[in-house]
């Protein structure tokens, strides 16, 4: 199942459109998080739990892939959920040494397969 686990900063709508400028449509998504339907942020682990207690999620069943080192990954590592970043756009932190895994865009799904067999 595909979540799509932005920072509810934004209505639905609004993360519906913005979903639209890379091609997505709400419909590949089982769940989406907007400011209707979560009551936290990124980076704290309350986010992530939150999304996996309504979807019956533990968390080695969730593969989270993001673009930035202290939001998502540190985020997903305090929830024991695995996390690659991925893209050349990456948001990096100097002042916070997280050593991550980084993949090409063109990995993400290779690497979903990997987890499933």
């Given at each position: 199942?595909?979540?799509?686990?932005?920072?509810?900063?934004?209505?639905?709508?609004?993360?519906?459109?913005?979903?639209?400028?890379?091609?997505?449509?709400?419909?590949?998504?089982?769940?989406?998080?907007?400011?209707?339907?979560?009551?936290?942020?990124?980076?704290?682990?309350?986010?992530?739990?939150?999304?996996?207690?309504?979807?019956n999620l533990k968390p080695e069943e969730v593969i989270l892939f993001g673009n930035n080192d202290y939001e998502?990954?540190?985020?997903?590592?305090?929830?024991?959920?695995?996390?690659?970043?991925?893209?050349?756009?990456?948001?990096?932190?100097?002042?916070?040494?997280?050593?991550?895994?980084?993949?090409?865009?063109?990995?993400?799904?290779?690497?979903?397969?990997?987890?499933?067999?």
């Amino acid at each position: 199942m595909a979540v799509l686990s932005t920072n509810p900063i934004f209505p639905k709508d609004g993360a519906a459109t913005r979903m639209g400028f890379v091609g997505l449509k709400e419909d590949d998504f089982k769940f989406i998080t907007a400011y209707e339907n979560s009551h936290y942020l990124k980076p704290k682990s309350k986010y992530l739990i939150e999304i996996m207690n309504k979807l019956n999620l533990k968390p080695e069943e969730v593969i989270l892939f993001g673009n930035n080192d202290y939001e998502d990954y540190y985020c997903a590592l305090q929830c024991g959920i695995k996390c690659f970043l991925v893209g050349d756009y990456l948001i990096l932190h100097e002042d916070k040494i997280i050593d991550c895994p980084k993949i090409k865009m063109e990995d993400v799904i290779p690497t979903i397969e990997s987890f499933l067999k």
